[in-house]
C-alpha cells in the first residue's frame, strides 16, 4: 500500500500529503502547542474511536483550543482517509494546534483558527494472543524526567521523545518511567501493566499518566470478564522489578509483554499466561468500544 503521498486532510479540505502546506509561524511547529491523538483500525474497523475524541477533546478545553468539531465530523474525517488508504491495518492521526499567529509570543492568541491535520498510517496487524507468535519486548528504566501534565496528549513530545530514545540507545524496544518516589508511572509511549499472584495492577490515573484508551478498555474488559483481581494503585520499583508478568498497552501494541527489564528477566523471562488470557479477551472485545 503506497501511503507516503496519500491524501491527507488539512484545515478541511483532503489534499495529496505534498500538497498539504503549514505555515513556519504555526503555534504547533514553534511551541509544540497542540493535541494530538492516534486511533487503530483494522480493515475499515475502528477501536475505541469515541474515547479517543473525548480525550482529545479533554485535552482541547485543558489548552483552551476551541474547536467546533464533534465525534461524528472526525469520524468522517476517519471514513474518508480509510477509503482512500485502501483499508489495511491504519492508525488515524488527528493534529489540532492553536494556529498560525501572526508573530511569535508566548500568549494565546485571540482570532487564530486552529490548524486541523489528519491522516492515515500503516501499523502492524493486530496482536492475537499468540504466545509464541507475539512479539516479545525488552526495556530499560529510567528517571521520568517529563512535566507533570502527562494527563494531557500534547503535541510537545520531546521529553517522551528522549525517553524512548534511551531504550534505542542501549538495544531496548522502551524505556519504562519512575517517578522521584520511585514509582511506576508509565512508558515513554506505552501504559505500563504487571502481575504479581495472579492479581493485574497498573498506577492510577492522574497528571503523571495519559489516561491510555488500551488501559481503560483493557481495565473494563477485565473487571467483566472477572476471572482477575484488578487493581489501580501506586507500584514502586522493587514491585515491578519481582513482578510475575510486565505489559505495555498502546493503541497499536494492544497489550504487549515485557520479558526483560533492565538486563534481568520478567518473572521466568516467559511471555505468561496471564497476558495469554488477556490479550484473547481484549481481542475479542475492542471492537465494542
Ligand atoms: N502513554 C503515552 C505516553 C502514550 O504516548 C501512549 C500512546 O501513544 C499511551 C500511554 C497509550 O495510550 P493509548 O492506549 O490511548 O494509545
Redesign the pocket.
Known amino acids: 500500500m503506497a501511503i507516503d503521498n496519500n491524501i491527507v486532510f488539512l484545515n478541511g479540505e483532503f489534499v495529496p500529503m505534498s500538497e498539504a502546506k503549514i505555515s513556519p509561524l504555526d503555534r504547533g511547529f514553534l511551541f509544540g502547542d497542540g493535541i494530538y491523538e492516534?486511533v487503530p483500525s483494522y480493515g475499515g474497523q475502528l477501536v475505541g474511536f469515541a474515547l479517543h475524541i473525548e480525550r482529545m477533546q479533554n485535552g482541547l478545553n485543558a489548552i483552551g483550543i476551541k474547536l467546533e468539531m464533534g465525534v461524528d465530523d472526525w469520524r468522517d474525517i476517519a471514513i474518508k482517509l480509510m477509503e482512500s488508504s485502501g483499508k489495511g491495518n491504519l492508525g488515524l492521526y488527528f493534529h489540532v494546534s492553536r494556529g498560525a499567529d501572526t508573530k511569535r509570543f508566548h500568549a494565546y492568541p485571540e482570532h487564530v483558527q486552529p490548524t486541523v491535520f489528519a491522516y492515515a498510517f500503516e501499523i502492524p496487524a493486530a496482536t492475537t494472543a499468540d504466545k509464541q507468535g507475539v512479539k516479545q519486548y525488552k526495556v530499560t528504566s529510567t528517571e521520568d524526567l517529563r512535566w507533570k501534565r502527562c494527563q494531557i496528549k500534547s503535541t510537545s513530545l520531546l521529553g517522551?521523545v528522549m525517553h524512548f530514545q534511551q531504550g534505542q540507545d542501549v538495544g531496548v524496544q522502551e524505556t519504562i518511567l519512575f517517578n522521584q518516589h520511585k514509582e511506576l508511572t508509565?512508558a515513554?509511549?506505552?501504559?505500563v501493566f504487571m502481575v504479581k499472584n495472579n492479581v493485574v495492577i497498573t498506577p492510577p490515573l492522574d497528571n503523571q499518566?495519559?489516561p491510555?484508551?488500551?488501559?481503560h478498555m483493557l481495565l473494563d474488559i477485565l473487571r467483566k470478564d472477572g476471572s482477575f483481581q484488578v487493581q489501580e494503585r501506586a507500584l514502586n520499583m522493587t514491585e515491578v522489578r519481582d513482578a510475575d508478568e510486565l505489559w505495555l498497552?498502546?493503541?497499536s501494541k494492544e497489550i504487549a509483554p515485557v520479558v526483560e527489564l533492565d538486563g534481568q528477566p520478567v518473572g521466568n523471562g516467559k511471555v505468561g499466561d496471564i497476558w495469554q488470557k488477556a490479550q484473547s479477551l481484549y481481542s475479542a472485545n475492542k471492537y465494542l468500544y
Open positions: 492516534v517522551n508509565e515513554s509511549a506505552c501504559n499518566i495519559l491510555g484508551i488500551t488501559r498497552t498502546s493503541s
